[in-house]
């Protein structure tokens, strides 16, 4: 995962509220915790408040749709089962849900036969055709709409966006795309629409860059908890060791606090992105927030000091300002940064890239 990654998906979705991309394997606590970070960003903006139910139930039928056709392929050997994407996206007044999963191209008719359904009817004729396959639990084989795509044409009041892009022989990228609005009267979403080849391209990146995770959005300590649990979740089943693990968190952690602590406050947030990837059998972890140009020369400064200093060296400067109890004002790193650099296994990457005379936007890249 390349340092340049950062900025590259920042200046993508920095308009956005809360954007949040997974690359990976799902399970019931992921799914709980993305739920909860929703509810969160959503609960903090009055407007979208009225959603909150709405968006937590297409979320889980997303959900389950992406864990159904993975249990369908566990004997599969083509694939790897239980594998998939999802993103949400929340900007303005609208509210975006994007998942995609392998499926078997001899089942692809047949899904594509409910979306055209479903996508063909009006608000009255889609509850009648719920009705009506809740009865009769064989429509659904028989190539009608199942229970789940006609509950998120129901609920978003939006047609379904969808496409098959191929795998292999067997197998296709089933990616499906729900719109959800604060207001269905008024707010028009034809020139802020995010296309779903842009969510695809999103999905590309993440699996070329080995991504497992990717959120912007706000890092007060009460938004970025639940992340940190779907990350924890996830580590405790990498084939790797626990000290290992413990590390990356704690190093991750420490990163998030940085951006909690140090970037550039505009408004009543504290804006910023980071994303977590592998490589070899190492965890890749980048950060990015805006800072102030003035604060640049310190921060390099900083950063440049830690990095010309050996383990022994960084251990000792750390155990020192330990003592010293508090942070330095002038010169030398904080704390929190020591620790990062001597648990790393290379030095510390960064890179500034300016965006206007009164900011610009840190990327800091390490490897645990």
């Known amino acids: 995962m390349d340092i340049k990654t950062t900025f590259w998906f920042f200046d993508r979705i920095k308009e956005d509220n809360l ?3 997974y690359n990976g394997n799902f399970s019931d606590e992921i799914t709980t915790k993305f739920i909860e970070l929703s509810e969160y ?4 903006i009055d407007r979208l408040s009225k959603m909150k139910k709405k968006v ?3 979320m889980a039928e997303c959900f389950q749709n992406i864990v159904r056709h993975g249990e369908a392929l566990e004997n599969k050997v083509e694939v790897a089962p239980n594998e998939g994407f999802f993103l949400t996206k929340n900007w303005q007044d609208i509210y975006y849900i994007t998942s995609g999963n392998i499926i078997e191209n001899k089942k692809i008719d047949n899904v594509k036969s409910q979306l055209e359904k479903v996508n063909s009817l009006d608000k009255e004729e889609l509850k009648v055709l719920y009705r009506q396959v809740l009865e009769n639990q064989e429509f659904t084989e028989k190539g009608g709409a199942g229970l789940g795509l006609i509950e998120m044409a129901r609920k978003s009041g939006q047609k379904l966006q969808y496409l098959f892009q191929d795998y292999n022989d067997n197998f296709s990228l089933f990616y499906n795309q729900i719109l959800l609005k604060s207001d269905q009267e008024t707010v028009d979403i034809s020139d802020s629409e995010l296309e779903l080849s842009e969510s695809i391209s999103f999905h590309k990146k993440m699996v070329d860059e080995n991504i497992l995770i990717i959120h912007k959005g706000d890092f007060s300590q009460d938004s970025i908890f639940p992340v940190l649990q779907i990350i924890e979740e996830n580590l405790q089943k990498e084939k790797k060791d626990s000290v290992s693990k413990k590390k990356v968190f704690h190093i991750l952690v420490e990163l998030l606090q940085n951006i909690s602590h140090h970037c550039l406050k505009e408004g009543s947030k504290k804006e910023g992105i980071f994303m977590i990837g592998e490589y070899d059998e190492y ?8 800072i102030r140009n003035e604060d640049i020369a310190n921060l390099k400064e900083q950063i440049d000091f830690l990095n010309n200093l050996n ?3 960084l251990k000792d400067y750390y155990l020192s300002k330990l003592r010293e109890r508090n942070l330095p004002t002038n010169g030398g790193a904080g704390i929190g940064l020591i620790d990062i650099a001597r648990r790393l296994i290379s030095p510390i990457n960064y890179s500034v890239h300016k965006i206007d005379d009164k900011k610009s936007f840190l990327s800091i890249n390490v490897i645990a």
């Open 41 to 44: 960003n959503i609960t903090n």
């Open 19 to 21: 954007c949040l991309l």
């Open 311 to 313: 383990g022994k060296e």
């Open 283 to 290: 965890f890749v972890i980048n950060t990015g927030n805006l």
């Open 56 to 58: 937590s139930f297409l």
